[in-house]
């Protein structure tokens, strides 16, 4: 019997794969560096964790609402909309289980297939994958280095939007590149969007995650609430990566169809996570202000290795938990063939494990220099000197 052809359409979370061969490595003996998941050693904090025990001993374990339970749409919509200055009605939000859900179903929404949707490269690969396997065209855009770190290629974004587009995914405070757009780049979006009557996905996940400086919001922007739906998590905020919760804030006829689709896949989200994240939003935030205090740190230590390593070099991040130094002159050092080799290599020869840009997207024309990403967000202080020292020790070595 055949499978449906559209399965051949659909990609993954490349990540993971690094994560297998990583295990592979650690269980024949070996020390392995975490440096290839976004996933967070630190744990959920105990007065949320309390607030989802109580909730299952006081028997919210049953279905629920398919947008979400009012008291969780209420917090969201107060949180979320004083964060960004914008007014937001409960009615528009709509909780999902985590922020993957937010991608499909504004693809779902607004995307017919053989339509155009623009996605970032290197960007999250889920965009990529869920364009193509609803039948739609995804059309990359890139990002440029400079004196920051990254900016977006916004010539090659202007020249690819066509009177087939229909949307643009924009993820500012980027994974895996932690680039933050510019009040000039994200008013040029905006300005994108207006002009040619996109709809906008805004991807913030990391909206908080970020150590110096404040983030805007797209659809905070004029004419922009009516056409954004912003993506919201509590993986990252919160350490709440397994918890699967998450929102999406949408124009109101967007959101009643979210909520049909909600109640089309999983029915709901589990009921008594959404109580915790009640608790997350509006109890104490001093575990927020110091796990940021502890991946700060983190950063620091990990930039400073990098750009101690010949042939490795990085700009200091104000957000995210990513590192995505140019790493050409330490592939061709080691004598590899390309960024591939350096990064199996790596592995084998120091135990760092990690992502590269390959992992993100379709590398795009004219791209000649070699990306790698580490993720500081799932390994200590030590073990972050310890693993980055003896990737420095090898390729100075080389």
């Not at 922007?221 to 999406?248: D, H, N």
């Not at 008594?272 to 740190?297: F, K, N």
Request: net charge negative; proline share 6%; glycine share 8%.
């Amino acid at each position: 019997m055949a499978l449906a052809q559209r399965l051949s359409r659909l990609g993954t979370e490349t990540a993971f794969a690094v994560a297998l061969a990583a295990a592979d490595w650690k269980a024949r003996g070996n020390t392995v560096y975490p440096f290839h998941l976004g996933d967070l050693d630190i744990p959920t904090a105990p007065h949320i964790v309390e607030a989802m025990n109580r909730a299952i001993a006081d028997g919210k374990t049953g279905y629920c609402p398919g947008a979400g339970i009012p008291e969780l749409r209420e917090a969201l919509a107060e949180d979320i909309g004083g964060m960004r200055d914008l007014s937001i009605d409960p009615a528009q939000v709509v909780v999902m289980t985590g922020g993957k859900p937010v991608i499909t179903k504004f693809i779902q929404t607004v995307m017919d297939p053989g339509r155009e949707v623009l996605y970032p490269s290197p960007g999250f690969p889920i965009y990529e994958s869920q364009i193509e396997y609803h039948g739609g065209v995804g059309v990359p855009y890139g990002y440029l280095p400079d004196e920051s770190g990254f900016r977006i290629d916004l010539d090659r974004l202007r020249d690819s939007i066509t009177p087939n587009t229909v949307a643009i995914i924009y993820n500012d405070l980027q994974n895996p590149i932690s680039a933050e757009s510019s009040d000039a780049e994200r008013e040029e979006i905006a300005r994108l969007a207006r002009e040619h009557d996109l709809w906008v996905l805004s991807d913030e996940a990391y909206f908080e995650m970020r150590y110096e400086g404040t983030s805007t919001s797209i659809a905070s922007l004029p004419g922009m609430a009516e056409r954004t739906v912003i993506l919201y998590t509590f993986s990252k905020k919160f350490a709440m990566t397994g918890s699967r919760l998450g929102c999406a804030v949408a124009p109101a006829e967007v959101a009643k169809v979210f909520s049909t689709l909600n109640t089309n896949d999983e029915s709901c989200t589990t009921h008594y996570v959404q109580w915790a994240g009640i608790e997350a939003l509006r109890g104490t935030q001093e575990p927020v202000r110091q796990m940021l205090d502890t991946l700060r740190e983190r950063r620091d230590v990990a930039c400073d290795l990098v750009n101690a390593t010949p042939g490795m070099s990085v700009r200091t991040p104000q957000s995210t938990f990513y590192l995505f130094p140019d790493v050409t002159e330490a592939v061709s050092r080691v004598g590899a063939g390309n960024v591939a080799e350096f990064a199996e290599r790596a592995l084998h020869e120091t135990g760092v494990s990690f992502c590269t840009r390959h992992h993100f997207g379709r590398p795009l024309p004219g791209e000649d220099r070699a990306y790698i990403r580490l993720a500081y967000s799932g390994i200590g202080v030590e073990a972050i000197r310890e693993g980055l020292g003896r990737l420095q020790d090898w390729v100075e070595s080389a």
